[in-house]
């Protein structure tokens, strides 16, 4: 196995940091990383936000309910963004933009583009020695976030990222076997592959060193979609100019 294969088969997410903060060459690293992942049509359309001011970090540690937001080496917020595309443009070609804008393709653009660039900061960091946790918590309040970076329309939080030096060596989380998710030319799922995941995963929280439990990925999944969470974001992404029409 080469060493990049086996680095992003040994991802685990890291939410105990050292008081140690990256560098700026770390930073500058890890971003140009980020600028070098896929984009659609060199739309390159998403911002990344170093949150540095230790109050802005302390907000977004209690709107997203996790200490390791306020905790790392540093923090990053990855944007999707338009503004940028209209920032040169007259009155009359920014109107002619905005069904485009507005449309669900580029809404969905905007967030690959951020996740693809995002997943390349997430190797970029972990290649250094350094661990990340993504945080999808900062839509709690994506109106709050939006307004603490003060984003343009066009502009929209999607995720967070926690990086720094691992104080601790968290436990590898188990994914889905691949016939769960690779499928040859048409949808086929058997149940079967499930029932056994399901097995392991009640395994893996029976024996996990911290936070054991009985529970299923099923069941994990049952109660996530039976309970509505963050009902507002619908209304806000609209409001800044996404996914309209």
């Keep these: 196995m080469n060493p990049i294969i086996e680095l992003l088969q040994n991802h685990r997410s890291i939410r105990k940091f050292t008081s140690e903060k990256l560098t700026r060459e770390e930073i500058e690293t890890i971003i140009q990383s980020a600028q070098q992942a896929a984009t659609s049509s060199y739309m390159m359309a998403y911002t990344i936000f170093g949150i540095t001011d230790e109050k802005k970090k302390a907000e977004l540690s209690e709107i997203t309910g996790q200490s390791y937001v306020k905790e790392n080496g540093h923090f990053l917020i990855f944007c999707a963004d338009f503004h940028r595309v209209t920032e040169k443009a007259t009155q009359e070609e920014y109107e002619n933009m905005l069904d485009n804008l507005e449309n669900s393709e580029h809404f969905l653009v905007s967030a690959i583009d951020a996740s693809l660039a995002a997943q390349n900061a997430a190797v970029a960091a972990e290649s250094m020695g350094l661990g990340i946790c993504y945080i999808g918590s900062i839509r709690n309040q ?73 529970d299923t990925w099923t069941d994990q999944m049952k ?19 996404f996914n309209k029409k």
């Design 223 to 241: 109660r996530r979609f039976q309970n509505t969470i963050r009902m507002d974001v619908t209304d806000h992404v609209r409001n800044k100019g």
């Design 142 to 214: 994506i109106a709050r976030v939006d307004e603490l970076l003060n984003l343009p329309r066009h502009v929209i939080p999607l995720f967070g990222m926690a990086i720094g030096h691992p104080a601790h060596k968290s436990e590898k989380k188990p994914r889905l076997p691949l016939d769960a998710v690779y499928m040859e030319n048409e949808y086929k799922l058997d149940r079967d592959v499930l029932d056994k995941f399901d097995d392991q995963i009640q395994e893996y929280y029976a024996r996990r060193s911290e936070n054991s439990r009985q």
